[in-house]
């Protein structure tokens, strides 16, 4: 342990981190430790740490040092407006996958008006998230649609072919308190499924070729690779979902994708030759493509 730091402001003078990287790893810190608020990173910045405080800052500041992901070492990640627990065994939820939640609730809204016969007390519409991960997606959708009178009609399921990343998921949902309306299935893609149809189906598969750069750099590097890639060309898991949803959607049920900025036509190109209709997508936040929908005719 180095002997330059025994306070706050010891270690923000003197670490190699970038700044807004140590600080959440002391607001991490700080609430492990103490329970502090965030406001004592400046209030309370000449205050002798324990020692217990100085080892875990060292070995944190260590391992960014090394490039693991802040939300791995702080185990959290907020993500449309949740706080989620996210681990090495899961991705770190990204902003641009909010727009997939935003487009998945106008979905679910749009569904519910176009079919009214649908919405009563005795036929629950249900919301499929496949490759759930950490349940960003499902659990965004859920906690949003709370708000909405017709929130009780709702059946939210979401798959993982991963049982590591489903025990986070369901961590999650209990500390969102959301266990009591989200099904969490251990399944490669639709195996393992009760036979339900969906209303709506949302994924966000694999889509990073094996040979894509990317993921020998940055973040990537630490995130689970089966997650991010499906070993091939990065439309696999596009083609099976496709080719299996149709007969697992309602009539007017509709398919969201994300899916890499560049690879918005191939998507269109395998909803169209599934029969999908009224293929369009959506850009996010940076202008770039990003999420597919589709609507089974």
């Known amino acids: 342990m180095s002997s330059t730091y025994t306070t706050i402001r010891s270690i923000l003078q003197t670490t190699p981190l970038d700044r807004v990287d140590a600080k959440v790893l002391l607001y991490y810190l700080m609430d492990l430790h103490y329970q502090w608020p965030r406001s004592y990173l400046i209030s309370h910045d000449l205050d002798v740490l324990s020692d217990a405080f100085l080892i875990d800052w060292v070995s944190l500041e260590t391992k960014r040092q090394e490039g693991v992901p802040i939300a791995y070492l702080t185990h959290s990640r907020p993500f449309h407006q949740i706080d989620l627990i996210v ?58 649609l709370q708000k909405f009178p017709f929130f009780d009609h709702l059946n939210f399921i979401a798959s993982d072919v991963s049982p590591s990343a489903l025990k986070i998921a369901q961590q999650n949902a209990t500390k969102l308190c959301l ?37 020998q750099i940055g973040d990537l590097r630490f995130e689970p690779l089966g997650a991010l890639s499906d070993f091939a060309d990065g439309l696999t898991a596009y083609r099976l979902i496709c080719s299996q949803a149709r007969n697992r959607l309602l009539s007017g049920g509709s398919i969201l994708f994300e899916h890499g900025f560049d690879q918005a036509t191939a998507v269109q190109t395998i909803l169209h030759n599934e029969s999908f209709v009224k293929i369009l997508t959506e850009k996010d936040y940076s202008g770039l493509d990003r999420v597919t929908f589709a609507q089974k005719g």
């Open 179 to 215: 266990s009591d309306y989200v099904q969490f299935f251990e399944s490669n893609w639709f195996d393992q499924l009760p036979p339900e149809e969906f209303a709506i189906i949302l994924s966000n598969p694999p889509y990073l070729s094996s040979n894509d750069p990317h993921l």
């Open 87 to 144: 681990s090495p065994d899961v991705l770190i939820p990204r902003p641009e996958t909010e727009l997939l939640v935003e487009l998945g609730i106008t979905s679910i809204r749009d569904f519910l008006n176009a079919h009214p016969e649908r919405f009563n007390s005795s036929n629950r519409l249900n919301i499929l998230d496949l490759g759930c991960g950490s349940g960003a997606i499902i659990l965004a959708l859920a906690k949003e």
